[in-house]
């Protein structure tokens, strides 16, 4: 699996995005989501955000002198 956006069978956008250490999350849009895997996922787009998740803020204070 590489990052990007998926839809499962029943329609549920997945996000799926690559952390620091190299391992991939998965949030589904669905918040009824058993979490018991095996779903089948169909890509969608290359982008982990799409179609119109806001990209996560970098920390301000991340770069503070």
């Given at each position: 699996?590489?990052?990007g956006t998926y839809r499962t069978r029943s329609g549920?956008?997945?996000h799926c995005?690559?952390?620091a250490d190299g391992t991939l999350r998965?949030?589904?849009e669905d918040l009824s989501y058993s979490g018991k895997g095996?779903?089948?996922?169909?890509k969608l787009s290359d982008d982990?955000?799409?179609p119109d998740n806001p990209r996560p803020?970098?920390?301000p204070f991340l770069f503070a002198d």
């Open positions: 699996m590489t990052p549920t956008l997945v995005t690559s952390r998965l949030e589904h095996g779903e089948e996922l169909v982990p955000y799409w803020a970098a920390d």
